[in-house]
């Protein structure tokens, strides 16, 4: 770097010396109206002595046209030479003040624009190291362990009331005790997920692919990356990588493997990796879909970075629907999943999961698929009354939006309240 330093302020000095010297010296002029005054007298007296000698002129008429002529030089000698004077003396005083702002700027403002868009204290790097720098970043990145322990404990969900959190510890104990219980495992993954546990949700969620084998799907292996960030404050780990491949080998157009893959790139200096993961992810998903939010916040500057030009935001446009994360509340399948616990914890824990949906939606609102999974909780419960209820509210809240009423009717006749 001491060379850098050396090698650009010699340059600044030799640009700003000779810009100064050029501006010092100034133009000089190649003739003003007082030399051409003088050279056309002296052609007159020139041409008087030729007329005299002819004898066109008579010697009294040479004379007196010669004192008149030579008298007009006198003056025309004497207003040139002082112009000149105070011309010259006026330029160098400008051209010093000039040369000087001008060396100020050049090297001043140089430095600050460096400042401002360089990098000082390392050295330029062809874009082959650039790539193995962050391949090395990439590799020697912290674990998940090492991560979750800088993100410190998670903060569980404000609302959870203390029947629910309850029956959440009885669950716990229940899974503790059949740890092969695929079914117990999927109500923990969710449970604990929606207190915002997410070390347990996602130590669940890894006792659910173990259980499955080889049939685990790319939803499976996605949520639990998905659990596994979020524990570590939304760092993507060398383990949670591994995951995202499972993922994504089992289906490479899940959405939340490939966003997750993108801000892995984006985290170990590869912008120009991030961008070809989100820009055709962002251009094929739908403006619900939940990464999209935070690509678009994110995708311009990976381009500025990743040297991109014209990149511009799509539009928000319905598009193709993408495999997001799981929905919060229980689905049908969850309520199944409770059949092996005693008849009483069962309900207990449906009921309070149920209600936790229910008041969420009449408070703040919820997509389709969650107005589709009330409904058949509740008919899952023998709760017609309410599913009904629920099903007539959802048809005012989506009046109008006939795509999403179709989401929601398709829950409605799978719990058999229309045909």
């Not at 509740?378 to 989506?398: H, M, P, R, S, T």
């Amino acid at each position: 770097m001491t060379t850098f330093w050396i090698v650009t302020a010699v340059l600044a000095i030799v640009v700003s010396a000779t810009l100064g010297m050029a501006l010092l010296r100034g133009r000089r002029p190649e003739g003003d109206a007082g030399d051409y005054d003088l050279r056309v007298y002296r052609d007159q007296l020139r041409e008087i002595a030729r007329d005299a000698e002819r004898g066109v002129i008579a010697p009294e008429e040479a004379e007196r046209l010669r004192t008149e002529v030579s008298r007009r030089i006198l003056a025309a000698d004497a207003s040139a030479g002082g112009a000149a004077s105070d011309a010259g003396r006026q330029p160098a005083r400008l051209g010093a003040v000039a040369a000087a702002v001008m060396a100020l700027a050049l090297i001043g403002g140089g430095y600050g624009l460096y400042l401002q868009l360089g990098a000082p204290g390392y050295g330029d790097l062809a874009l082959a190291d650039r790539k193995a720098a962050a391949e090395q970043a990439r590799e020697t990145r912290p674990t998940q362990a090492a991560a979750e322990q800088q993100a410190g404990p998670g903060t569980p969900a404000a609302d959870a009331s203390p029947d629910y959190l309850d029956l959440v510890t009885k669950l716990r104990t229940a899974v503790q005790e059949r740890p092969d219980d695929l079914q117990g495992q999927v109500l923990l993954a969710r449970s604990e997920a929606a207190l915002g546990n997410y070390v347990a949700a996602y130590e669940a969620q890894e006792n659910i692919v173990r259980i499955k084998g080889d049939e685990a799907t790319a939803r499976d292996y996605a949520d639990l990356a998905d659990m596994m960030i979020l524990a570590a404050g939304g760092y993507v780990s060398p383990e949670a990588e591994r995951v995202l491949e499972a993922a994504l080998t089992r289906d490479p157009q899940n959405g939340v493997a490939r966003y997750y893959g993108g801000l892995m790139w984006a985290q170990t200096g590869r912008p120009d990796a991030a961008f070809r993961l989100w820009e055709p992810l962002l251009r094929d998903s739908a403006p619900t879909d939940p990464w999209v939010p935070p690509i678009r916040a994110q995708i311009e500057e990976m381009a500025y970075r990743a040297g991109v030009q014209n990149f511009s935001l799509p539009p928000l446009e319905d598009g193709p629907a993408q495999t997001g994360p799981a929905l919060p509340g229980p689905s049908a399948g969850d309520m199944e999943a409770a059949q092996d616990m005693s008849p009483e914890a069962r309900q207990e824990m449906i009921r309070g999961m149920v209600a936790r949906l229910s008041d969420r939606l009449a408070t703040e609102g919820g997509s389709p698929e969650e107005w589709a999974r009330l409904i058949a909780a509740y008919a899952v419960l023998g709760n017609e009354g309410q599913a009904i209820a629920i099903w007539d509210d959802a048809k005012e809240v989506f009046a109008g939006n006939d795509e999403a009423l179709e989401t929601v009717r398709e829950g409605a006749r799978n719990a058999g309240l229309v045909q």
